[in-house]
């Protein structure tokens, strides 16, 4: 998936909507293996399939453009939507990796990270798995997101729509925390690729070229 992101970059195109949809296996063989964290008392529910091969493809390039200046339109199917876009910020290639780190949470925890249809809730759940939005892009947001920024921070939970809304925000965790749940070894290697992957501003946010040197996957390629 980085190496796709790595080629598509390359010729200075974006995808602009990555999620697991849009993201396929080349083959469809499959190895069952037992899985033993299975209750069930189906005999056929004691075993997974694991693909045969972990070769992928992307798919969907309608909504793919080349690198320009000034991109300020909403991308991206919402759950792996960056905030410079929610936040009206203008976007370029970064936007692609943010919706690849949410990719790969989800490849983890087998649930999307962002679970939520709302603007401000998802800038607040950014911020509780994440931490606080850096406070030169809070000041730089468009007149369409001003109404989730006040003095110049994150209107939550003032701002929340409804008490369900704050009870979803809070009770997602940290996001190491959420790794650790899911992750036995290399977890580490895996957190700190995952906090390149995400960080807010994209400047700083880690290039599919700088993601596939590594260390989580270069330890895998010897």
């Known amino acids: ?122 800038l607040a759940m950014m911020e509780r798995v994440l931490g606080p939005l850096p406070l030169h892009m809070l000041k730089r947001v468009d007149r369409h997101a001003e109404k989730y920024v006040r003095r110049s921070k994150l209107d939550w939970p003032e701002g929340a729509a409804s008490r369900e809304s704050i009870k979803a925000v809070l009770k997602l965790p940290r996001l190491q925390n959420l790794i650790m749940q899911h992750v036995d070894h290399s977890a580490g290697d895996l957190i700190h690729l995952l906090q390149g992957l995400l960080r807010y501003d994209p400047s700083e946010r880690l290039s599919a070229k700088e993601a596939l040197r590594h260390s989580f996957f270069m330890r895998r390629s010897h």
């Open 1 to 122: 998936m980085i190496l796709e992101a790595t080629v598509m970059h390359d010729l200075r195109m974006i995808h602009t909507d990555l999620k697991p949809e849009n993201i396929l296996l080349v083959s469809s063989d499959y190895v069952k293996v037992p899985d033993y964290k299975i209750t069930s008392r189906s005999p056929n529910s004691y075993f997974k399939k694991v693909p045969k091969s972990c070769a992928i493809k992307v798919i969907d390039f309608g909504s793919t453009t080349y690198e320009r200046v000034d991109q300020s339109y909403i991308v991206s199917t919402r759950h792996y939507r960056a905030p410079e876009v929610i936040l009206g910020l203008g976007w370029s290639h970064p936007c692609d990796i943010w919706s690849v780190g949410c990719i790969l949470v989800e490849l983890c925890t087998g649930e999307a990270l962002f679970q939520t249809h709302e603007n401000l809730e998802h």
